[in-house]
T-cell receptor, first 111, second 114 residues
Framework: TQLLEQSPQFLSIQEGENLTVYCNSSSVFSSLQWYRQEPGEGPVLLVTVVTGGEVKKLKRLTFQFGDARKDSSLHITAAQPGDTGLYLCAGARTNAGKSTFGDGTTLTVKP | ETGVTQSPTHLIKTRGQQVTLRCSSQSGHNTVSWYQQALGQGPQFIFQYYREEENGRGNFPPRFSGLQFPNYSSELNVNALELDDSALYLC?????????????FGPGTRLLVL
């Protein structure tokens, strides 16, 4: 059973379109991170959200943490080919430092 | 670049063999976590080391073991390799082991077990 469900699994869009990807769980997390991973590289942290209802913006990316701290979304405005990659969400629940990752959304932005 | 390095970058082994993967953490970081990422999946937590002590372990069998050295670099050892151990192995270092600490990932070691 996957603790964090990400949807959609794959997304292919044209440059300039908007998109939203989701990260859902039945569990409450103390914090949730979004990462972007490119082929042959490790995940790179985009943002950490810790407060229920929190919204963070990073240029064209908007991240939202659900009020109950069980889910999150990532919205990209005017997607560009450079946004192509695997977007992973990860939740932290204990002080053992364990981060639980979803299986990611593979985004392809076509020029 | 995150300053976290891993070696080797690629490795091919056969079933039953043993493998050691290495990770050098970012300067100033005392915590290293190891993850296994199978093709098409997200990283799965193997274990974490904080100041040379194991500080949490995921759902992996005992044939997955690790070490952290006084300079905070780390090794992941896997004995009796199985085909399903084929994956990208990632290490991540952080300044400490708290929940809010940002993890910086290395590029990974891709292991293929034949």
């Amino acid at each position: 059973t996957q603790l964090l469900e990400q949807s959609p699994q794959f997304l292919s869009i044209q440059e300039g379109e908007n998109l939203t990807v989701y990260c859902n769980s039945s569990s409450v997390f103390s914090s949730l991170q979004w990462y972007r991973q490119e082929p042959g590289e490790g995940p790179v942290l985009l943002v950490t959200v810790v407060t229920g209802g929190e919204v963070k913006k990073l240029k064209r990316l908007t991240f939202q943490f659900g009020d109950a701290r069980k889910d999150s979304s990532l919205h990209i405005t005017a997607a560009q080919p450079g946004d192509t990659g695997l977007y992973l969400c990860a939740g932290a629940r204990t002080n053992a430092g364990k981060s639980t990752f979803g299986d990611g959304t593979t985004l392809t932005v076509k020029p | 670049e995150t300053g976290v390095t891993q070696s080797p970058t690629h490795l091919i082994k056969t079933r039953g063999q043993q493998v050691t993967l290495r990770c050098s953490s970012q300067s100033g970081h005392n915590t290293v976590s190891w993850y296994q990422q199978a093709l098409g999946q997200g990283p799965q937590f193997i274990f974490q080391y904080y100041r040379e002590e194991e500080n949490g372990r995921g759902n992996f069998p005992p044939r997955f073991s690790g070490l952290q050295f006084p300079n905070y670099s780390s090794e992941l050892n896997v004995n009796a390799l199985e085909l399903d151990d084929s994956a990208l192995y990632l290490c991540a270092s952080s300044f400490s082991h708290g929940l809010s600490e940002t993890q910086y990932f290395g590029p990974g070691t891709r292991l293929l077990v034949l």
